[in-house]
């Protein structure tokens, strides 16, 4: 069976490496918020000239409430931008309202890996709410007086895993997704000469510090299938 310390403990790089991850997307955010832009764009405005240069016109660029909750919706294709980004002159915010801008050019491509993640979506959202459940009862039933029923159990603890296990691909997915939408972002940050030197690099180490919360999660996802899988034992 399962043991809450031994979760932990197996669990402990991811909850190491998020907390880290979050760390630095604060304290980088924080610190490249204060440092205003050469050119003076705000973060609406570099996010228009990413579309532009990608030949994209036809995205809408909105607000939303809250702080670092800016994300492209491609449903309604639009650019909603926290207050914090959206009339910023920083370079954190130009940084964050570009990439989200990278994700705008991904859809509007057909990006592969985008539609992949697209896809997942329903299966990732069905795992992570089954998954754990049919775990659970599957290991239980493991144990059961008639050999059945233990054989049954074993069936829906591997089904359980397999389920779980799309979080895991949702999250190998969406990584590389993240970091072609900070390059697409970088690239045209720098070709369009909205930043430069020190400027472009710390809108880098922003973005880097956002992707590092995407490979906790992955390591995360990864390292709660195995504990699963390792966990299982059999009835003799």
């Not at 964050?96 to 050019?105: Q, S």
């Amino acid at each position: 069976m399962f043991g809450y310390w031994d979760y932990l403990l197996f669990l402990l790089p991811a909850l190491v490496l998020g907390l880290v991850a979050q760390y630095l997307v604060k304290s980088r955010y924080k610190k490249f918020s204060r440092v205003a832009s050469k050119l003076g764009l705000t973060g609406a405005e570099a996010a228009k000239l990413v579309l532009s240069r990608g030949g994209v016109f036809n995205v809408g660029i909105g607000r939303v409430a809250g702080e670092l909750t800016d994300h492209y919706d491609p449903k309604r294709n639009i650019i909603a931008l926290s207050a914090g980004v959206h009339d910023s002159r920083s370079i954190a915010a130009i940084g964050v309202a570009a990439h989200e801008a990278g994700h705008a050019l991904q859809y509007a491509e057909n990006y592969s890996p985008i539609k992949l993640r697209m896809a997942l979506v329903p299966v990732c959202n069905i795992g992570s709410m089954l998954g754990p459940i049919l775990i659970v009862i599957g290991c239980v039933m493991s144990y059961a007086a008639s050999e059945a029923s233990a054989e049954l159990g074993f069936i829906i603890y591997a089904i359980g895993i397999a389920l779980f296990s799309a979080v895991a691909l949702f999250q190998l997915v969406t990584l590389p997704v993240e970091l072609n939408a900070s390059k697409r972002a970088l690239v045209a940050l720098e070709s369009g000469g909205v930043l430069d030197g020190d400027e472009l690099s710390g809108a880098k180490k922003v973005l880097t510090a956002a992707a590092l919360t995407y490979v906790a999660a992955l390591v995360s996802a990864i390292l709660q299938v195995l504990y699963y899988a390792s966990r299982f034992r059999p009835r003799d």
